[in-house]
């Protein structure tokens, strides 16, 4: 079928077809793409890409959107294909399509085989729709697959890109993924405290003796330096405090649902929050 010319008679116009005829149209190519992960499978990236994305940014039924999903996942996991794929805004389509969680699982692995390539991971970094959107599915608890594959995507995207890792902390990270690393699957856990351990190296790295301007240095033993260094240890303290207290009380929020009386947790929180770090 794919060597008598198939795929340059797709349709197209898409809004001149019933929505039975996209279904099977999308399972046909479904079928088709399984050549895919066993031979030679010559991708006719003008036919079948724009027929996959627009069924993908149309109205079409669920059904049909995982048979197109399904197979620019068996597309992608051929490294040839990378490039048609990118050069053909496939990101771009699969970043909008995760935040529907019906759909968000195979668009995820599909990401997950794409940013691994040089051109893939750039045309992440440079939507506007990453990290917000994958920091958004790392608060799917209800979705645990989905966490996993965004904490890996997360993975590939901040290591070692300085100017990504700022962009998730100002999104607001690491109580996300704090909160996975407590109450996520092994993998998400696994992954969530591989980033958590990035960002506790960059913060210790930009606060060492020469991230920063340097002025005149006091004697150490002087009482303005003990002073001030006491002051120091009592800020960091309550900031510690304070940010352990927020974090906590958001996972029992999530948790009040499987963890019936949330009164000892409360009590733990406070006691966590008072008692914790030494005086």
Known sequence: MVEAGIFPKLPKNLDALEEP?????????????????????????????????????S???????????????????????????????VVHTLLR???????????????????????GKKAMENSSLVPESLIEIMTWEDMPKCQ???????????HQS??????????GIVPVILEVALLGSPLAQKRSLKLLQWFKDERQTRMGPHSGP????????????????????????NLVRQSLQKNMELIIRRSNATSGDSSKFKSLVANTSSKSLPG
């Open 21 to 57: 005829t996209r279904q099977e149209l999308a399972g046909l190519i479904l079928s088709l793409s399984l050549l895919a992960n066993h031979t030679q499978f010559p991708l006719p990236s003008s036919e079948v890409l724009p027929f996959l994305i627009g069924i993908l940014e």
């Open 59 to 89: 109205s079409s039924s669920y059904e049909t959107k995982e048979s197109c999903l399904a197979t620019l996942y068996n597309l992608s996991a051929v490294l040839d294909n990378a490039g048609p794929l990118l050069s053909n805004g």
């Open 97 to 119: 399509v995760i935040s529907v969680k019906e759909l968000s699982e195979k668009a995820l692995a599909t990401l997950g085989h794409l940013v691994v390539t040089l051109m």
């Open 148 to 158: 996993e594959l965004s904490a890996y995507i997360l993975m590939i995207l901040a």
């Open 162 to 171: 300085s100017d990504l890792r700022y962009k998730m902390l100002k999104s």
């Open 214 to 237: 340097q002025t005149a240095r006091i004697a150490i033993g002087s009482p303005l330096n003990n002073r001030e260094a006491q002051e120091g240890k009592k800020m960091m303290k």
